[in-house]
């Protein structure tokens, strides 16, 4: 469909276009990935590198999307703010709120894809996505498949692959729901999780039932707030400026003479540090640069931010880049905010062991977060601190002092717990967990209604009339609601994984076929589905292969894996002890033992499971453009 045909809409030009992409890009990858060069240069005790990939690439995405909606022109209304922090609101989540300052702290440099990948995609959507999706009179993704294609195998290929990326969006936002019910309640987490479905359940009928999105954009901004206030006042505890986005550069230097004064005091292991802006220590750049692909391409089509913000039936055609710009500007502010987060995080978590702190002795923030299962104490998790130093004693060399390799946090929890320990007043803390909890219910709102949008709109063949709710509607909701809980209660995925896995299927099946339906018109049906198919299938067989059946997928792809001589040898290993396990509980430790070993041999070429679009990706457009080449010569010569 031409910008032509549709009044007021937006016109960039294909130079702008093209000129945006590649300012996109360099932004994007190019500089990122030259991040250990970079990183030879500091700023106010910033390393370069570390610095633009944290929060300078944040800003660019951010100018570089402004730019180009300046220039697209387009008529533009006067809607205000809230439609965009209703955007914002659901575009974070779980994964954003809770995953990504765990990861940053525990990884470094490493995880900061996982920020800049977002806002990557939103800019993507800015420049790519948003000025001619909007033009379809559709509100789904999937009646945009049904729109532009027709037919009916193309919605029904892009609804079933949006079902299975939703349950893994999903299961990310459930994991984080439970975790902020625990930290509210006090209660345990098998308990805490079983309430979810039942809080997220009461949420979506609520907000269907009312057709108001009203209370979803002030989350956002309570969001912000409690998180704002949260980066201050570790400040102030650290005797810092309170300029959070600021003086972390100070806190990144620090975090190393600390972590460098432990070790010589015999409380820190060089083998269980992780410095902070060194980059590439954990993932490879080819990972990194799969990574932010993944995260960005994603993000990009993700369906419940197109369907509910950015198609006609949200936005007039000529506002749609206004207000996906203004939602990029709201989260990457959030976003700038998470490597401080993590940097404050692990400056407190290093002072602490410092201060010389006998495990027998450890304050109630450590105890308490071990008896929730957030952090474990020499391998043990209990809210008694005599348990921990038992633990503790049974440790070789270890003297009764608190060591920095004693703590291992679960990543998922790391909000929580480092926010406890950090000190974090208590009022400030709950409100820091009640903040998390409604964003991962906002964000599971979201997925919910708009899947269920998009199925009421194949069913219909047009927009649907209202936001209620039939009785298909709600047996699909129910179905997704329990497989996300199923997938969250027995994946071994952390919350990031989840989210990223889910994008990347995302990306991989459905951002081919939608962005070659935007700007090639020759390009059909049969294209389509063969390349939403074949993304689909290759991104998803790698996947759920490393997840859940790595075994499996090392014994039939064993050829392209990266593992070492050693470790392969080591799952062989581990293999002949599973056969030979005589009873059941040795039968288990075996299983466990060689499935832990599997997920770290079942690779192909070394890439993590989301990084997989940098192969599906390119396969998926292949495949589309041979078959729309190759159906459109039969139609010439019938």
């Not at 100070?250 to 410095?275: H, W, Y």
């Not at 080819?286 to 993700?302: H, I, K």
């Not at 679960?410 to 409604?438: C, H, K, M, Q, T």
Request: one cysteine or more; aromatic letters at 10%; a positive charge.
């Amino acid at each position: 469909m031409s910008t032509d045909e549709v009044a007021g809409a937006s016109r960039p030009t294909r130079r702008l276009t093209a000129l945006s992409l590649a300012a996109w890009a360099f932004v994007s990858f190019a500089l990122p990935l030259a991040a250990l060069t970079l990183n030879v240069f500091k700023i106010v005790g910033f390393p370069l590198g570390f610095w633009f990939t944290a929060q300078g690439a944040l800003v660019a995405l951010v100018a570089i999307a402004w730019l180009f909606t300046w220039r697209a022109g387009g008529d533009r209304g006067a809607e205000g703010i809230l439609a965009p922090l209703v955007f914002a609101g659901e575009a974070i989540g779980s994964a954003g709120f809770i995953g990504y300052a765990g990861l940053i702290a525990a990884l470094g440099f490493d995880a900061l894809s996982y920020p800049l990948g977002v806002v990557s995609g939103l800019a993507l959507m800015t420049i790519l996505i948003a000025p001619r999706f909007a033009l379809y009179p559709v509100s789904t993704v999937a009646g945009y498949f049904s729109a532009r294609f027709g037919g009916l195998w193309p919605r029904r290929a892009a609804l079933a692959v949006l079902g299975v990326a939703s349950v893994l969006l999903l299961a990310a936002d459930v994991r984080g729901a439970g975790l902020a019910v625990q930290a509210l309640s006090g209660l345990d987490r098998a308990t805490s999780f079983a309430l979810v479905p039942v809080v997220l359940s009461v949420s979506w009928f609520s907000l269907a039932l009312a057709g108001r999105r009203r209370p979803i954009g002030v989350v956002f901004a309570i969001l912000l707030s409690v998180f704002s206030l949260m980066l201050i006042v570790f400040t102030m505890l650290q005797h810092r400026l309170p300029l959070p986005y600021w003086s972390y550069g100070i806190a990144l230097q620090d975090v190393a003479n600390l972590e460098i004064s432990l070790i010589g005091r015999k409380l820190a292991d060089v083998s269980a540090l992780k410095p902070m802006a060194s980059p590439f220590l954990q993932l490879s750049n080819l990972n990194f640069a799969g990574l932010v692909l993944a995260m960005a391409l994603g993000v990009a089509v993700l369906p419940q931010l197109l369907g509910r913000h950015v198609s006609r039936v949200a936005v007039a055609p000529g506002e749609a880049p206004r207000r996906v710009s203004i939602a990029l500007t709201l989260v990457a502010v959030f976003m700038c905010g998470l490597a401080p987060f993590a940097v404050f995080a692990r400056v407190a978590l290093a002072e602490l062991v410092q201060s010389g702190v006998k495990v027998a002795d450890a304050p109630a923030s450590i105890t308490q977060s071990s008896g929730n299962g957030w952090i474990s104490v020499c391998g043990e998790q209990s809210a008694a601190a005599a348990d921990l130093a038992a633990a503790c004693a049974k440790t070789g060399g270890h003297k009764g002092l608190l060591r920095l390799q004693d703590l291992r946090f679960d990543n998922d929890a790391y909000v929580f717990a480092a926010s406890r320990i950090g000190g974090l007043p208590d009022v400030l803390w709950f409100g820091l967990s009640g903040a998390a909890l409604l964003a991962a219910l906002v964000a599971g709102h979201a997925l919910l209604a708009g899947f269920l949008a998009a199925d009421a709109e194949a069913r219909h063949l047009g927009p649907p009339e209202t936001d209620g709710l039939d009785t298909r509607s709600v047996a699909l909701g129910v179905l997704l609601l329990l497989s996300a809980v199923t997938m969250a209660a027995f994946s071994p995925a952390d919350i990031v994984s989840l989210a990223s896995e889910g994008l990347a299927l995302i990306a991989a099946s459905i951002f081919p076929p939608l962005l070659l339906g935007l700007f090639w018109r020759r390009f059909g049906a049969a294209g389509a589905v063969a390349a939403l198919v074949t993304g689909f299938v290759a991104a998803g067989v790698y996947i759920f292969g490393v997840r859940f059946a790595p075994t499996v997928l090392f014994d039939l792809t064993g050829h392209l894996s990266t593992a070492s001589p050693s470790a392969v040898s080591k799952f062989a290993e581990l293999r002949a002890a599973l056969d030979a396990a005589a009873d059941p509980a040795t039968l288990i430790q075996a299983q466990t033992a060689l499935y832990e070993q599997a997920v770290s041999v079942a690779n192909w070429w070394g890439l993590r499971p989301a990084a997989a679009v940098l192969f599906a990706v390119p396969a998926s457009v292949l495949v589309g453009v041979a078959v729309t080449l190759v159906t459109a010569r039969r139609e010439v010569q019938t």
